[in-house]
């Protein structure tokens, strides 16, 4: 417990920026209003580096492609009102996928509050589903409590985003509190190692396995327990799959990795875990993207749950063994009880499928973006970090572009965020100085966001944008060909700006490329381009499909690898 | 339906013979499932323990809420042993919620519960042996000739009148809520003019944890 070391009282936003500077915060993504301005005044004379954004989700989702390629917690800083309600779909971004954020909302002054003051809102109450937890500071001493507790709640555990509300007389008045190091929260608990019983039972039913396969998610991913996984399934002789999310954990291009498995993932993939006789999850939670009917998936097949989220077990379904528990560590905990199973004949099935069902794309009938995807991936793609919107390009881009290293591969899985891509690789670029990032958004998405143009020129940030532009809300209509007739509605994006024209406006160099023979030229330009960002718009075939595909709430068996000739039943599985 | 009737309590006749609920043995057929929590008293906590329950639509059926005194040590470690353990007052609060629903969307549910930064604790007591208790108030309509009648169900019960007058009396009754159901039961034919309840409150037996 040390006092602030300036003599004259600070502010309470003094504070809360000397508490972000104690935290170790590099940069704050913010967009500034009256309630907020205590708090950005104090910034004026702060270590802390400020990105002026030009939207607050794009602020969120900056913070959180930080904080996804860090493990860091991003930051954002927001005014009362209309300022904090533009974050709540950033929120829910970060909470779906457990990403550790840090929230702070301008208030009115706490005498106004419920009075429907200018630019007034009741931000905790709208965010409350959102948030791993949220504050409401109505008292100056609080605030480095605050603070404190709201670092340590959304890093530790199951990581996820924090809000505090901030009056503007808190933050204007002074603060003599002096600042904590630690934190009090009962009934708060982080879990570590998992219990040791469950470890041997679950270590005695892997070494029977005769067909395990090992199921990675982000959770692996943000406890950086790849290595580990790698070397148990290397012990096992299992293979490896991975959700959208767990790309990376594990080298996608290792040999025992099968790549993503569930709706669009490979065929091999799904197929393995299908017909395994032991399914693994570390630090995933049997989304319904992953297990399409929930009734046909795995139903003989002995479960495991790693998870350091307990409410996770029994969610979806309930696992013969659960183990509470930090991935890395209870993996490192499993290595040295499992025994090497004879796995031969399951690695011959495997061989088998990949071989007979590998990705593949029509190559005629102009440029495809998994044309576009695949030669990213060869030009060096697969040491950059990709981010990604979300629909067709997001599916391509995960099956086409490997991810070979931890905290590379950034994309709104659980929340299904359009917009996020683009400024999430704006926070990733600054986060790692030195690495390349890509950002792989469709037309639709990408102009949701791409107001955060003029900061990435601004702030000369090395992001490089490849916009899979084909007119079209491509997944939408893929569906509606497949199961809506071909009814299109809601789904052509006719008038679409020139992409090339719109980033030369804001100061960007950009390329277009229209066709297959001028894709590498376009994407080794945009690689070598590291001053600032760049764009490069890829014009591709419009009416394209993602496959393989399982339709929403079918069997893992219902796969399809190509179009049916016949009409296909509406989907019954979420969305 | 009156609060009563949605209960689908059977009237108990005898009120001499000592009302005890035997424990639900059958979880998964419990029609209600009563949750105790500690929770610390922060604002908001009420609407975040109420929204886990609200965005699964399930409906809570009771809910009562007061200060805690005492809060076992072993609760209070938080994320760095050794601290201060000792609970100020106004620091934590008790909650008692009875909710009916499909078990294990309830099992979700209290783990959900559990995972709120303030709640200290949430315990499904289904099944288990506790000590449960409801209060009651009951404004009955007394014509003259009932008012003996009226006294006698009153005195059975050992419910006391808190308010006579002319036309009307209110009468206090504790206990569990099978009880009540029957207290009330017994009453309604004279004319019910106003009923509040408490909402149920527990406490598990010996040394386990509520």
């Given at each position: ?5 300036s003599l004259?009282?600070?502010t309470?936003?003094e504070v809360?920026?000397?508490c972000?500077?104690r935290e ?5 993504f913010g967009y500034?209003?009256?309630a907020?301005?205590p708090?950005?005044?104090a910034l004026v004379?702060?270590?802390v ?6 939207h607050?989700?794009?602020?969120t989702?900056m913070?959180?492609g ?6 860091k917690?991003?930051?954002v800083l927001?005014t009362s009102?209309?300022?904090a ?5 950033g929120l829910l971004?970060?909470?779906m ?10 208030q009115?002054?706490t005498?106004m509050?419920?009075k ?5 809102a009741d931000?905790?109450g709208i965010?409350y ?6 504050y409401l ?8 409590r605050v603070m404190k507790?709201?670092?340590?709640i ?7 985003p924090?809000?505090?509300d ?10 003599s ?7 009090n929260?009962?009934?708060y608990?982080?879990p ?5 019983a469950k470890?041997?039972q679950?270590?005695?039913?892997l070494?029977?396995?005769?067909k395990?396969?090992l199921?990675?998610?982000h ?8 290595d ?8 096992l002789?299992?293979?490896i799959?991975?959700?959208l ?14 790549g993503m ?10 197929k393995?875990?299908?017909?395994c ?5 570390i630090g995933?939670?049997w989304d319904?993207?992953?297990?399409g009917?929930l009734s046909?998936?795995?139903p003989d097949a ?5 998870d350091i989220?307990?409410?996770?077990f029994g969610?979806?379904l309930?696992?013969?063994v ?7 560590l209870?993996?490192?905990d499993l290595?040295p009880?499992?025994?090497?199973a004879?796995t031969?004949?399951w690695w ?9 069902y590998?990705?593949?794309y029509?190559?005629?009938?102009g440029?495809?973006?998994q044309h ?9 793609g697969?040491?950059c970090i990709i981010?990604?919107?979300?629909g067709q390009h997001?599916?391509?881009?995960a ?5 070979t290293?931890n905290?590379h591969?950034l994309s709104s899985?659980?929340?299904?965020t359009m917009?996020?891509?683009f400024?999430?690789?704006i926070?990733a ?5 030195g ?13 949701m ?5 003029a900061?990435a020129a ?5 992001v ?5 532009n084909?007119?079209?809300l491509g997944?939408?209509?893929q569906?509606?060909?497949?199961f809506f007739d ?5 789904a ?6 020139d ?7 804001y100061g960007?160099?950009a390329?277009?490329?229209k066709r297959?023979g ?8 945009a690689?070598?381009h ?6 490069v ?7 394209d499909n993602v496959?393989?595909?399982i ?5 893992l068996?219902?796969?399809?690898i190509e179009k049916?000739k016949t009409k296909?039943?509406?989907?019954t599985?979420?969305? | 339906m009156?609060p009563?009737e949605?209960?689908g ?6 009120p001499?013979k000592?009302?005890?609920?035997a424990?639900v ?5 419990a029609?209600f499932h009563?949750?105790?929590?500690l ?5 908001g906590?009420?609407v975040?323990?109420?929204?886990t329950?609200?965005r699964?639509?399930?409906n ?5 809420v ?5 809060v076992p040590?072993w609760e209070?470690?938080?994320?760095t042993p050794?601290?201060d353990?000792?609970?100020?007052p106004?620091?934590f609060s008790r909650?008692t ?6 078990p294990?969307n309830?099992e979700?549910?209290?783990k959900q ?12 007591h ?6 449960e208790?409801?209060l009651v108030?009951?404004?009955i309509?007394v ?5 003996t009648?009226?006294l006698q ?6 419910a006391?009148?808190?308010d ?7 009468a206090?009754?504790a206990g569990?809520s099978?009880?009540l ?8 034919p004279y004319g019910?003019?106003e009923?509040v ?5 527990l406490?598990?037996r ?5």
């Open positions: 417990m040390n006092a602030p070391t004259k009282t600070p309470g936003g809360v920026i000397r972000l500077e170790g915060v590099e940069y704050i500034s209003g009256g907020a301005m708090i950005f005044d004379d702060a270590k580096k400020l990105v002026l954004v030009r607050e989700q794009g602020a989702h913070a959180d930080y904080a996804r390629s860090t493990g917690p991003g930051v927001v009102g209309p300022g309600t533009n974050c709540v779909t971004t970060a909470l996928d457990s990403v550790p954020m840090i929230v702070l909302t301008g009115t002054i005498p509050l419920g429907d003051a200018f630019q007034e931000v905790t965010t589903p959102v948030v791993k937890h949220s500071v109505k008292d100056a001493r609080d605030i480095p507790e709201a670092f340590h959304a890093t530790t555990g199951r990581p996820g924090v809000l505090i901030l009056p503007k007389d808190i933050t204007q008045g002074p603060c509190a002096p600042y904590v190091d630690t934190v929260l009962p009934g608990r982080v570590g190692r998992a219990d040791s470890v041997r679950a270590a005695d039913f070494s029977k396995a005769r395990p396969v199921y990675v998610g959770g692996a991913v943000m406890s950086n327990a790849g580990a996984i790698m070397r148990l399934a290397d012990k002789g299992a293979p799959v991975n959700t999310l767990g790309k990376g954990a594990c080298r996608e291009d290792s040999p025992i990795n099968l498995l569930g709706m669009h993932g490979t065929a091999y993939a799904n393995a875990v299908a017909g006789d032991l399914i693994m999850a995933a939670r319904d993207r992953i297990t009917k046909a998936f795995c002995v479960k495991i749950h790693i989220d307990r409410a996770e969610k979806v309930k696992p013969h659960s183990l509470e528990g930090d991935a890395r209870v993996v490192e290595l009880l499992v025994h090497k004879d031969a004949d011959k099935e495997i061989h088998q499928w990949r071989k007979a590998p990705l593949k029509p190559k005629k009938g440029l495809r973006a576009v995807l695949d030669r990213l991936d060869k030009l060096g697969r040491d981010t990604t919107d979300v997001q599916m391509w881009a099956q086409f572009c490997l991810t290293k905290r591969w899985g659980g929340a299904g917009g996020f891509g400024p999430a690789a926070g670029a600054l986060a790692n100085p690495k390349k990032a890509w950002c792989v958004v469709g037309d639709g998405g990408f102009q966001t791409l107001c955060e143009l900061t601004l702030q000369k940030v090395p490089k944008i490849l916009v899979i084909n007119s079209y997944m939408i209509r569906w509606q060909e497949l071909n009814r299109i509605s809601g052509d994006l006719e008038g679409n700006p992409f090339v024209k719109l980033a030369e406006a960007v160099p390329k277009r490329v297959a001028d894709v590498d030229k376009v994407l080794k330009w690689m070598a590291d001053s600032g960002p760049c764009l718009e890829a014009e591709v075939v419009k009416e496959f393989p595909m339709p929403a709430g079918a069997p068996t219902g796969m399809i049916p296909m039943e509406k989907p599985g979420s969305t | 009156s009563t949605s209960r309590a059977t009237f108990e006749l005898d001499g000592p009302l005890r609920r424990p043995l059958d979880v998964a057929n029609p009563t949750i105790s929590l929770v610390r008293n922060k604002p906590v009420l975040r323990i109420a929204l329950f609200s699964r639509g399930y809570i059926e009771s809910l009562v007061s200060p805690a005194i005492s040590k209070t470690g938080g994320a050794g601290n353990s000792d609970a100020q106004g620091e909650m919620i009875t909710c009916s629903g499909d294990d309830l979700q549910i209290v519960l559990e995972k709120l930064i303030d709640v200290v604790h949430a315990i499904d289904t099944g288990q042996a506790v000590i208790s409801e108030l009951v404004k309509k014509a003259l000739k009932e008012r009648e009226i169900v009153a005195e059975n019960y050992k006391k009148v808190v006579y007058g002319p036309d009307s009396l209110i206090r009754c569990e099978d009880k159901d029957a207290f009330i039961g017994l009453l309604k019910i003019i009923l309840r408490s909402g149920k409150i406490m598990a010996g040394l386990e944890t509520t």
